[in-house]
């Protein structure tokens, strides 16, 4: 499985960015998404997942702010972000499993910079 993100940039607090990835593969619709993110010299994080039949879980630092939808018909997932943070700046990884909340691929990342 290959996933690949777009969507990132710059923002002022405030704004807002819309994530998406493209996942290969003729499964898609089967396969748990997810997004996560990883700021500098933290750990990787949990910000959103989707199942494959799209039940959906935030973190509680996103909740209200960000929306995981996915599109099967598109081997896509995405990110709606609002409100944004300046602590919400991070590379942003989108990751797939073939169970839902347990993931195995990953994709090389897309930043994402809230500015204060």
């Known amino acids: 499985v290959q996933l690949v993100e777009s969507g990132g940039g710059v923002v002022q607090a405030g704004g807002s960015l819309r994530l998406s990835c493209v996942a290969s593969?003729?499964?898609?619709?089967?396969?748990?998404m997810g997004w996560f993110r990883q700021a500098p010299g933290k750990e990787r994080q949990f910000v959103a997942g989707?199942?494959?039949?799209?039940?959906?879980l935030y973190a509680d630092s996103v909740k209200g702010r960000f929306t995981i939808s996915r599109d099967n018909a598109k081997n896509t997932v995405s990110l709606q972000m609002n409100s944004l943070k300046p602590e919400d700046t991070a590379v942003y990884y989108c990751?797939?499993?073939?169970?839902?909340?347990?993931?195995?691929?990953w994709g090389q990342g897309t930043q994402v910079t809230v500015s204060s």
């Open positions: 989707i199942s494959w039949s799209s039940n959906t």
């Open positions: 990751a797939a499993g073939d169970h839902d909340w347990e993931y195995k691929y």
């Open positions: 593969g003729r499964t898609f619709s089967t396969y748990g």
